[in-house]
């Protein structure tokens, strides 16, 4: 699905509208068509931009199943955190790390539509990776960069203001939506009020 509520003509991927039934409401920052997980939806233009300007730089957590075994390469992990050429210039410093089977497994991660491919030859191994910038298809093209394509590509988090929690998935599946609870509010209040 496109992270917009007017479907694009003639496009395969349908848009937000028929699953969000809230009017005048967009998305504060995007997913590209084959990513999933997370998306805020605002009305208010100011908190909008607080979310998606890079000044502000909000960490966002995403879970990355990628090709290749993980594990074996400290240094792809090492590249990421320090950050990587792409598109000619340098990604700003990220967290990184493996997760573990029994961390994804407890995840319960609904299967995806349409299914990842499969090599019986070619592991996967899973990534946690954590950015405070949001170029477009930035995490495909980081671990790309560092030998792991991303096969699957999950937005689990979005830090709001450092030292408070963050807006997570937990507890909605594919497609569901919730309003922020009065703390989440309170919090994307002062996040609007800042700066």
């Not at 009017?23 to 990513?35: Q, T």
């Not at 998606?52 to 955190?81: C, K, M, N």
């Not at 910038?133 to 999950?154: D, H, K, S, Y």
């Amino acid at each position: 699905m496109l992270s917009q509520f007017t479907p694009e003509p003639g496009s395969r991927w349908t848009s937000l509208a028929p699953f969000i039934p809230v009017p005048d409401v967009y998305a504060a920052g995007r997913l590209d068509a084959d990513s999933e997980g997370l998306l805020l939806l605002t009305a208010d233009g100011r908190l909008q931009q607080r979310l998606t300007d890079p000044a502000f730089g909000h960490w966002r957590r995403y879970w990355v199943q990628v090709e290749g075994e993980l594990a074996t390469s400290s240094q792809a992990i090492q590249q990421l955190t320090l950050g990587v050429t792409i598109q000619g210039q340098r990604t700003r410093p990220a967290k990184a790390r493996p997760l573990t089977a029994a961390e994804v497994g407890a995840a319960a991660l609904p299967e995806r539509q349409p299914p990842i491919r499969h090599r019986l030859q070619v592991p996967t191994s899973w990534l946690q990776l954590e950015l405070r910038e949001g170029r477009n298809r930035q995490v495909r093209r980081m671990t790309a960069a560092v030998g792991f394509p991303t096969l699957r590509l999950i937005r689990m988090a979005i830090d709001l203001m450092d030292g408070q929690p963050p807006l997570t998935l937990a507890g909605l599946a594919p497609g569901q939506w919730r309003p922020a609870s009065p703390g989440e509010q309170e919090r994307l209040e002062q996040l609007r009020r800042s700066g």
